[in-house]
C-alpha cells in the first residue's frame, strides 16, 4: 500500500462507506487501544500497553499534548504542500519514524518481518529494536530500499557492543540510536503482577543470538559460568517454560529439545543485555568507532543534552520510554520546549512517547523538534490488522498531521513554528 494523500484517501473511505465497508483499524487512539487490547493475550498486553509504577507517566504524556493548542492561520494561500525534510543523512517524505519496539513477537509471529515490510509499503523508516525477535540483516532484506536506524543498548561486553555496529553498518543503517534510559529494566508493575518475563523465554533476544560475539562467548562457557543467578522452583509451569524457550531459540523445538545452549543463552542475555555503568565516555568512545550518526535517546534534561553534543552526538531523542522506565518523570512534551531553547536548530532533536494523532506531530515539530517517532499505535495496528495494520495506523497518522497542516496554514516543515501553538 503505497502513501495516498489525505483528500484522496479520504474520499476512497467514504466512497467505499456508500458501499457498506468500514475500516478495520479504528481511527481514534483510544479505539484503536482497545481494540488491540482485544487481540492480545493478558501478558502479551500487559507487555506492549504497560509502563513504570502506577503508569502516571503514561497518562502525562497524553495530557501533555492536550496542554497544547494550535492556532491555525487563515488565507495563506495556495501551492502544493511538501511535508518532506532531511534529518542527518534521511530523507523523510514526513518527518515521522517507526520507534523501536522489543519483543514484537508477542503480537504475532515474526512480526518485525511485518512492520519492515509495512514501511516499505508506505515509504517511512524503521528503526531496529535491540531486542527484536528477528536479526535485524532479515528485516533489512524485508525493508528494501527504505531507510532504517539501528537502536542500540549497551551491554556490559564492549566487543558485543561494537559487533551490533558493525552490523548495523553492514545492512545498510544510516544512523545509531543509543538507548540510555534502560540501563536498568524499569519497575513496570503489569509485568511484575503476572511474573512475566519474556526474555526467560527466548524471545526478543534475537539480535544477540545472531551474532558472532554473543556466540563466541556461548561457546567459550560464558553462559554455563553464570553462577550465584536464583533458579525457579522446579513445577510443571517451569517445565512448560524452559520447552517454550527451546521452541522459540533458533532452530526450533525439536533441535533443541536436548541441548543447553538456549538455557545458556538466556543466562548470558540476563547477565550481559544492559550496563548500569554507561557513561559519557563510552558515548566518546562510540563516536570513534563509527561514521553513522549517532543519537542518544532518553534525553530529558538540558544540561544532559550539551553533554550528548559534547560527548560528539550528532542528535538527541527527547523521550522518557513512553512512560515504561521512570513513573512520574517529566513528559516528553515539556522536556523537548526547554531543551530546544538550550540547544537551538539546527542540531537534531526527535520527539519520542506520547504521539497519538497527527495534532500531536503538528504540536512536537512546532515546539522544536525535528521530527517524531510513532511507537505503541503502529503495534496496537499490527495487533489488530498485522501488516495491513500497521499501514493503516501509519497512513491515518500521516493523513492527519497533513490534513492538520494544511488547514492551520503551513503547506511545508518550515511553517510549523513556535508561532503556530499557544
Known sequence: MAYIDALQRQKA???????????????????????????????????????????????????????????????????????STRLLNTDLAFPLLLAPIGVLDLICPEADRVVARACRNVGIPMIFSNQAGTPMETCAQDLGDTSRWFQLYWSKSDDLVLSFIQRAEACGCSAIVLTVDTTLLGWRSRDLALGYLPFLRGMGIAQYTSDPVFQALLNQGAGAAITGAPKPTVTLQTIANLLQLKANYPG???????????????????????????????????????????????????DDALKAMDAGADGIVVSNHGGRQVDGAISSLPALKTIRQTLPKPFPIVLDSGIRSGSDVFKALALGADAVLLGRPYAYGLAVGGQRGVEEVILNMLNDFELTAQLAGCRNIQEIDGSMVG
Do not use: C
Not at 533441535?255 to 543466562?267: D, G, I, M, Q
Not at 542475555?269 to 563516536?287: C, D, G, K, M, T
Open 252 to 302: 526450533g523445538f525439536f533441535h533443541n529439545l536436548f541441548r543447553k545452549t538456549p538455557l545458556e543463552a538466556v543466562r548470558l542475555f540476563i547477565n550481559i543485555y544492559s550496563n548500569p555503568a554507561l557513561s559519557w565516555e563510552q558515548v566518546i568512545w562510540l563516536r570513534q568507532q563509527t561514521k553513522l550518526p549517532i543519537l542518544i535517546k532518553g534525553i530529558l534534561r538540558a
Open 13 to 83: 473511505i467514504f466512497l467505499g462507506g456508500m458501499s457498506g465497508k468500514r475500516a478495520v483499524v479504528p481511527f481514534q487512539a483510544a479505539g484503536l487501544r482497545i481494540a488491540a487490547k482485544q487481540q492480545l493475550s493478558a501478558r502479551a498486553w500487559a507487555y506492549i500497553d504497560g509502563g513504570a509504577g502506577d503508569e502516571t507517566s503514561i497518562a502525562a504524556n497524553a495530557a501533555a499534548f492536550s496542554d497544547i493548542s494550535i492556532l491555525p492561520r487563515m488565507m495563506g494561500g495556495e501551492g502544493p504542500a511538501d511535508f
